[in-house]
């Protein structure tokens, strides 16, 4: 079946700092990612939507110059915080998709705290 | 909009029970819908999805979700519970157009022995 790797699964950095988190397709070729927030107890809160050699689509609200989202093969799309601060500390999950079907395979999420 | 509702934030229920989880949703055309699952500190699992078809969907660990158009829901069901199947429970629509996925607010079930 389709398997999405995300890495770190854990990460702690300082305040002020920039922390970059991988999404990969290992076994499909994914031309659409999506970038999940989720804070304790809550649900998903979409962030963007990343398309193989395009610019990403964020959602109203999210910065993109804060959250940088980067898919540049059909394998992998990154999410890189930039000076990151305290609020930014939360659960993050990609998702992909490809064009074989119509289903999204999620990664198993990044906890990002920042100290 | 598209929107999902999930009316119930917490259910217990004993082990062995029967489970029900409510999912009601508002979308234009003919939703995508599915349902995951999520332990502590992980990523999501599908559980199942419905695109077309046959409205009664099975899907994996013994759940079942019956789509029903005039009512707008996607209830996810399963006749016995087992004390593993406590987890948060998420349903989500997905726009065909865009590809989104909605989801709702999550319903957390907690399993009595």
């Known amino acids: 079946g389709a398997v999405v790797s995300q890495h770190p699964s854990r990460v702690i950095c300082k305040s002020g700092t920039s922390v970059k988190i991988e999404c990969r397709s290992l076994?499909?070729?994914?031309?659409?990612m999506f970038w999940y927030r989720q804070f304790p107890k809550q649900s998903l809160m979409l962030m963007a939507t990343?398309?193989?050699?395009?610019?990403?689509?964020?959602e109203q609200g999210v910065e993109k110059d804060k959250f940088l989202i980067n898919h540049a093969s059909l394998t992998l799309s990154t999410l890189t915080v930039t000076s990151a601060h305290p609020e930014d500390s939360s659960f993050y999950i990609c998702?992909?998709?490809?064009?074989?079907?119509?289903?999204?395979?999620f990664g198993s999420g990044t906890r990002l705290t920042v100290v | 909009a598209q929107s999902v509702t999930q009316p119930d934030i917490h259910i217990t229920v004993s082990e062995g029970a029967s489970l029900e989880l409510r999912c009601n949703y508002s979308?234009?055309?003919?939703?995508?819908l599915f349902w995951y699952v999520q332990s502590p500190g992980q990523g999501l699992q599908l559980l199942l999805k419905?695109?077309?078809?046959?409205?009664l969907v099975q899907g994996i660990k013994g759940f079942e979700a019956e789509f029903k158009r005039s009512q707008s829901s996607f209830n996810l069901r399963k006749p016995s519970v087992h004390w593993s199947d406590a987890a948060e429970y998420f349903c989500?629509?997905?726009?065909?157009?865009?590809?989104?996925?909605?989801f709702g607010q999550g319903t957390t079930l907690q399993v009595k022995p």
């Open positions: 998702s992909a998709t490809g064009q074989a079907n119509y289903g999204y395979t």
């Open positions: 076994d499909f070729q994914a031309t659409t």
């Open positions: 990343s398309n193989e050699g395009s610019k990403a689509t964020y």
């Open positions: 979308y234009g055309a003919t939703p995508y």
């Open positions: 419905y695109f077309s078809g046959d409205t």
């Open positions: 989500a629509v997905g726009a065909s157009n865009t590809g989104k996925l909605i």
